[in-house]
């Protein structure tokens, strides 16, 4: 498996790692997105035990627990004899740890992943390992790490005010997908640009997704054979992401479906759905936890919850294209006919491209050190008469930049610059005299007329994701 670009994840579990004090960490996220990969990392050079949960029931889960255990401290007796509950296996962790006064500060790091299963066995779960953690674990130099891919289930049993485990824990990871520096480095090294930003434009930034295409097969091959094709892995991957975390997946699939085609303002879903506005509102909300959908209202709002003008969108690209491309054509496609959907795809292709070519841009103009102040965020605004791509913004400077984010086939002119500076005038936002600035971010570059006027008015350029000297 690769693994990349995850030096801010591994850097936080190793400083928990050196802590003095016992750790109980929550790592979640989405099913795909490395976790596993993450915390194997983590543990390979380190005293460990990783037990990957299922789901068997609880017997089975712990015989392997006692026989991994066993393992580590070279005893086999506990591996054949097992364990009988959960507060017996963290008493016989109590034997086997030495006490706090250790030259290092952690003797073990013990792994659980997918702790939703054990739950799902076993609802009193939780409550035992936060009894075992007040009584037993919390006096041992002991790392004890719970891992999840249901986020509506780890939240529930260990993040929230109610949770069983809340107020246990030392720290909480949430490990999020790639973003396009990081799927670069996924992808194979001799890719051009132009075929990264395909790949992601479908599957985000997720490894998981990203592991099953092809290097040697073109974008339509892939789609076609990893993504359309009855038995595929990602064929199915939608169904069973949304059976996974919600209870009636029926009403979700309505509103991701009214999404997918273009019903983004509150109204337009309730049109569509036919959902009652209170029931609506609940659902957006569970669906905005769960990552599968965003509220996005213009950077600008001085109160962005109470904002009027919010607008949603589904946040994972692949998830995103599922609903296009695969969900409207199923039947088609268990006959094995891919005509109508690959049509769908070509369609809608350059739409998706222009849209990861934006994700990429903000991405760019965040991480930039060009411009003369920080950004303290970054994302789009718009009004009744337009929009604009860029827009990020630094309220302590009173400093904002607006940029314009165009995926053509030829180079961008000084008409592109004059559209965005006219737009921008009506953005109504910082105080007076605020510090504005400009940038372009263009596929194929900028005419010579472009470039001087850039370098007379101090716009930055950025031909593809690198900035144009």
């Known amino acids: 498996m690769k693994f990349v670009d995850r030096e801010i994840e591994v850097g936080w579990l190793e400083r928990r790692w050196g802590a003095r004090d016992p750790q109980l960490l929550i790592v979640y996220g989405k099913r795909r997105v490395g976790k596993t990969e993450l915390l194997k990392r983590f543990i390979r050079d380190k005293p460990a035990v990783y037990v990957l949960a299922d789901r068997r029931p609880e017997p089975d889960q712990l015989k392997e627990v006692a026989t991994r ?19 017996e296996a963290f008493e016989y962790l109590k034997a086997k740890l030495p006490g706090r006064k250790t030259k290092r500060p952690h003797a073990l790091a013990l792994v659980i992943d997918e702790y939703p299963y054990l739950v799902e066995n076993n609802p009193a779960t939780s409550s035992l390992v936060q009894k075992g953690w007040d009584e037993t674990l919390s006096r041992l130099p002991l790392c004890l790490i719970l891992c999840g891919s249901s986020m509506a289930m780890m939240e529930s049993e260990t993040l929230v005010q109610r949770a069983p485990l809340y107020g246990r824990r030392t720290g909480d990871l949430l490990v999020l997908p790639l973003d396009f520096s990081g799927v670069r480095q996924f992808l194979p090294k001799r890719w051009a640009f132009e075929k990264c930003v395909e790949v992601y434009a479908l599957l985000g930034g997720m490894p998981g997704y990203l592991r099953q295409f092809d290097p040697g097969a073109d974008l339509e091959k892939n789609v076609q054979q990893q993504i359309l094709a009855p038995g595929a892995f990602l064929f199915r991957e939608v169904d069973f992401l949304l059976k996974e975390e919600l209870r009636e997946p029926r009403n979700y699939l309505a509103i991701l479906r009214a999404l997918s085609q273009g019903k983004r303002k509150f109204g337009e879903i309730i049109n569509d759905t036919g959902l009652a506005k209170n029931i609506l509102h609940k659902y957006l909300h ?94 789009r ?24 984010v165009k995926w053509s086939p030829k180079p961008l002119g000084v008409n592109i610059l004059e559209e965005l500076k006219a737009t921008a005038a009506r953005v109504e936002w910082g105080r007076k005299g605020r510090q504005e600035a400009f940038a372009l971010f263009s596929r194929k570059g900028f005419t010579p007329e472009m470039r001087k006027a850039a370098r007379e008015a101090a716009v930055l350029l950025f031909e593809r994701d690198q900035q144009v000297e």
């Open 69 to 87: 255990l066993g393992t580590h401290f070279d005893d086999p007796f506990i591996g054949r004899k097992g364990f009988d509950g959960w507060l």
């Open 286 to 379: 569970v669906l905005e936890n769960l990552q599968l959908l965003v509220r996005e209202v213009p950077v600008t709002e001085k109160a962005p919850q109470r904002s009027k003008r919010s607008l949603y969108s589904i946040q994972d690209p692949f998830i995103a294209f599922w609903f296009e491309c695969v969900y409207p054509f199923v039947s088609d496609l268990a006959l094995g006919e891919t005509g109508p959907a690959l049509q769908r795809f070509r369609q809608i292709l350059p739409h998706l491209l222009g849209r990861a070519y934006e994700r990429i841009a903000r991405e760019t103009i965040r991480r930039s050190d060009a411009l003369p102040f920080q950004i303290q965020r970054v994302g």
């Open 381 to 404: 605004w718009w009004d009744d008469q337009g929009e604009i791509d860029i827009v990020g913004i630094n309220e302590e400077e009173n400093a904002i930049v607006f940029g314009e």
